[in-house]
């Protein structure tokens, strides 16, 4: 991946039901700039997000920010 699809995702809402604890209870709709979004949270919405073409997207980003080393809870905004 490179950083095109990276910086495509800045700016953009990313909306998906979370089963992650972190959004108080759970499950729970998020809706975030994609920027925002953890590593965890990419790896979560590449699995349950509706739109199959939006999985494939986030989990080509979540690859990206772990080959880069991000820790579970490293905002995709580090590294843009």
Same mark, same amino acid.
């Given at each position: ?13 990313? /909306? ?5 604890? @972190?959004?108080?209870?759970? +499950? *729970? $709709?998020?809706? %975030? ?6 590593? /965890? ?5 590449? @699995?349950?997000?509706?739109? +199959? *073409? $939006?999985?494939? %997207? ?23």
């Amino acid at each position: 991946m490179t950083q095109d699809l990276a910086s495509e995702v800045v700016g953009v809402v990313v /909306s998906w039901h979370s089963s992650q604890g @972190k959004y108080w209870l759970a +499950p *729970r $709709q998020v809706r %975030k700039l994609g920027e925002d979004l953890s590593l /965890s949270d990419y790896q979560e919405a590449a @699995k349950i997000h509706p739109n +199959p *073409r $939006q999985r494939e %997207k986030f989990e080509t980003i979540a690859q990206w920010m772990k080959k880069r080393g991000a820790k579970e809870d490293t905002r995709l905004s580090a590294f843009i």
